[in-house]
């Protein structure tokens, strides 16, 4: 059991208390009702079935891709694909039977921060007790999922640089193409009057753009199990009746940060979440940033691995803006052009840090990725995209639901910072008394449906 060192703390059901009650008492009545409640957790069942499914999809994608494999680089193609395979095989082997947590073997600049934070598990649980995939927290076993199908990867040359998860981004992309329109076009026709705009359109227009970036993190396929969970429709008409899904909205605080000294140098971080249309939508909210002159620079935040599926990496980045740039939609096509430019001149910047794909809490960033933690110190305002971010933000603990935001981020105060999430799972802070009782009694999946959203804004530093 993980025990936090910050007080007022909500127990967090474990894996580990899940696995037991499960073997052991299934058969005594008394603890029926635990049962129950334990088996019911999405922690449980994403472990159980969400991430084999995941596991399998990866399996499929690589054998559908020996073809190409053999195209590429002949018969060693076929031997890394077989490779692959046999480890993957294993690896879905070794979680469903719930085996202990092992090493990472493979040579690359984390592997030993992964292997010192597995001793951590171990010196948490009881003597020769060993940390495994049903007695660990979620948040680790989660995160080692997807390093241990980098290390599948990276121990089967040649392929070893295949994105397993770049078919179904792309695909995610593909599929929201009419809501990148909607989007592209909004943004730019928007951007053709904003001269004439007045202070208070300026400020809508960001809340929207912000509001749309929100709703865009619906569209993970690491929830789905990597099915389509693409964005079919615009959502800009939706906007208004998803409002009362805002559970947290301290847009204004935001604004005030950005707009209090307009024209003067100023930077915003954006730790991206998904590729695909989410990608879009923060896209579109940056360029709107520098339109608008709320932000002189915006940097972005992406993985170096592929990661939870659709997370996004260098090659996504530049992948969308080819696509944009391919289209014969004139605003599309435009978006490319500007975004582009963007990044070559520098008003864009590009960031990748191996600290977002360890599983480490944000509160460890000063102690374990100094050189991080000092570069969103020079930010004005750091955007953090997506659940798996809010999760690492608070310590994917079970807080109260009224405990304050600033509370649950502990030491984490690089800078002003927001969560812009919707809410994929059973971690939420800063409600006002009642409201998360209240939702639980109409809608029991209020929390990983992906349904209700938060603009949750911290200004200590
Ligand atoms: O892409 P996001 O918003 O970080 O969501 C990732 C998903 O993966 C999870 O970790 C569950 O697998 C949830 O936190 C969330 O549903
Ligand atoms: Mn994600």
């Given at each position: 059991?993980?025990?936090?060192?910050?007080?007022?703390?909500?127990?967090?059901?474990?894996?580990?208390?899940?696995?037991?009650?499960?073997?052991?008492?299934?058969?005594?009545?008394?603890?029926?009702?635990?049962?129950?409640?334990?088996?019911?957790?999405?922690?449980?069942?994403?472990?159980?079935?969400?991430?084999?499914?995941?596991?399998?999809?990866?399996?499929?994608?690589?054998?559908?891709?020996?073809?190409?494999?053999?195209?590429?680089?002949?018969?060693?193609?076929?031997?890394?694909?077989?490779?692959?395979?046999?480890?993957?095989?294993?690896?879905?082997?070794?979680?469903?039977?719930?085996?202990?947590?092992?090493?990472?073997?493979?040579?690359?600049?984390?592997?030993?921060?992964?292997?010192?934070?597995?001793?951590?598990?171990?010196?948490?649980?009881?003597?020769?007790?060993?940390?495994?995939?049903?007695?660990?927290?979620?948040?680790?076993?989660?995160?080692?999922?997807?390093?241990?199908?980098?290390?599948?990867?990276?121990?089967?040359?040649?392929?070893?640089?295949?994105?397993?998860?770049?078919?179904?981004?792309?695909?995610?992309?593909?599929?929201?193409?009419?809501?990148?329109?909607?989007?592209?076009?909004?943004?730019?026709?928007?951007?053709?009057?904003?001269?004439?705009?007045?202070?208070?359109?300026?400020?809508?227009?960001?809340?929207?753009?912000?509001?749309?970036?929100?709703?865009?993190?619906?569209?993970?396929?690491?929830?789905?199990?990597?099915?389509?969970?693409?964005?079919?429709?615009?959502?800009?008409?939706?906007?208004?009746?998803?409002?009362?899904?805002?559970?947290?909205?301290?847009?204004?605080?935001?604004?005030?940060?950005?707009?209090?000294?307009?024209?003067?140098?100023?930077?915003?971080?954006?730790?991206?979440?998904?590729?695909?249309?989410?990608?879009?939508?923060?896209?579109?909210?940056?360029?709107?940033?520098?339109?608008?002159?709320?932000?002189?620079?915006?940097h972005f935040h992406a993985?170096?691995?592929?990661?939870?599926?659709?997370?996004?990496?260098?090659?996504?980045?530049?992948?969308?803006?080819?696509?944009?740039?391919?289209?014969?939609?004139?605003?599309?096509?435009?978006?490319?052009?500007?975004?582009?430019?963007?990044?070559?001149?520098?008003?864009?910047v590009y960031h990748e840090h191996?600290?977002?794909?360890?599983?480490?809490?944000?509160?460890?960033?000063?102690?374990?990725?100094?050189?991080?933690?000092?570069e969103?110190?020079?930010?004005?305002?750091?955007?953090?995209?997506?659940?798996?971010?809010?999760?690492?933000?608070?310590?994917?603990?079970?807080?109260?639901?009224?405990?304050?935001?600033?509370?649950?981020?502990?030491?984490?105060?690089?800078?002003?910072?927001?969560?812009?999430?919707?809410?994929?799972?059973?971690?939420?802070?800063?409600?006002?008394?009642?409201?998360?009782?209240?939702?639980?009694?109409?809608?029991?999946?209020?929390?990983?449906?992906?349904?209700?959203?938060?603009?949750?804004?911290?200004?200590?530093?």
């Amino acid at each position: 059991m993980i025990r936090s060192t910050v007080p007022k703390i909500r127990k967090k059901f474990k894996i580990t208390e899940l696995y037991f009650y499960l073997c052991i008492n299934l058969s005594s009545a008394h603890s029926y009702c635990l049962i129950f409640v334990l088996y019911r957790s999405f922690a449980y069942f994403t472990v159980k079935d969400r991430l084999p499914q995941i596991l399998t999809k990866v399996i499929d994608t690589v054998h559908r891709y020996k073809h190409k494999f053999l195209e590429e680089y002949g018969e060693e193609g076929i031997d890394g694909e077989k490779r692959a395979l046999a480890y993957f095989s294993k690896l879905r082997n070794e979680m469903q039977t719930d085996k202990p947590i092992i090493p990472i073997i493979d040579d690359l600049p984390d592997t030993h921060i992964w292997n010192e934070y597995l001793q951590y598990q171990k010196s948490l649980l009881g003597d020769g007790e060993q940390p495994s995939w049903f007695r660990s927290p979620w948040l680790y076993v989660e995160c080692y999922l997807y390093r241990r199908i980098h290390e599948g990867m990276t121990l089967s040359p040649p392929i070893s640089t295949y994105d397993v998860f770049m078919e179904a981004k792309n695909d995610g992309y593909l599929q929201s193409e009419n809501a990148v329109i909607a989007l592209c076009t909004h943004l730019q026709e928007f951007k053709t009057n904003i001269a004439d705009t007045s202070e208070a359109g300026c400020k809508e227009a960001f809340s929207k753009l912000l509001q749309v970036s929100l709703w865009g993190n619906k569209c993970d396929l690491s929830i789905s199990g990597g099915q389509d969970n693409s964005q079919k429709f615009s959502i800009l008409n939706s906007l208004e009746s998803f409002k009362s899904n805002i559970l947290v909205d301290n847009t204004e605080s935001v604004w005030q940060i950005l707009s209090q000294k307009k024209n003067s140098s100023r930077r915003v971080d954006i730790v991206l979440d998904n590729a695909g249309f989410e990608l879009i939508t923060d896209f579109v909210l940056a360029d709107i940033l520098l339109s608008l002159k709320l932000a002189t620079e915006v940097h972005f935040h992406a993985k170096c691995i592929p990661w939870y599926v659709s997370d996004t990496t260098k090659r996504d980045i530049d992948w969308t803006i080819k696509q944009l740039l391919s289209t014969n939609n004139r605003w599309m096509s435009k978006c490319g052009e500007i975004w582009k430019e963007n990044l070559k001149k520098g008003r864009w910047v590009y960031h990748e840090h191996l600290f977002w794909t360890l599983p480490h809490e944000f509160c460890s960033m000063a102690q374990t990725a100094p050189d991080l933690y000092s570069e969103l110190q020079k930010s004005d305002l750091v955007l953090f995209k997506g659940d798996l971010n809010y999760r690492k933000l608070t310590g994917d603990r079970k807080w109260d639901f009224t405990v304050p935001f600033t509370q649950a981020l502990t030491t984490f105060h690089p800078a002003p910072l927001c969560s812009v999430r919707t809410l994929k799972s059973d971690v939420q802070v800063g409600l006002k008394p009642g409201a998360g009782e209240q939702l639980a009694v109409s809608e029991t999946d209020w929390m990983i449906s992906g349904k209700y959203g938060i603009i949750q804004f911290d200004a200590s530093v």
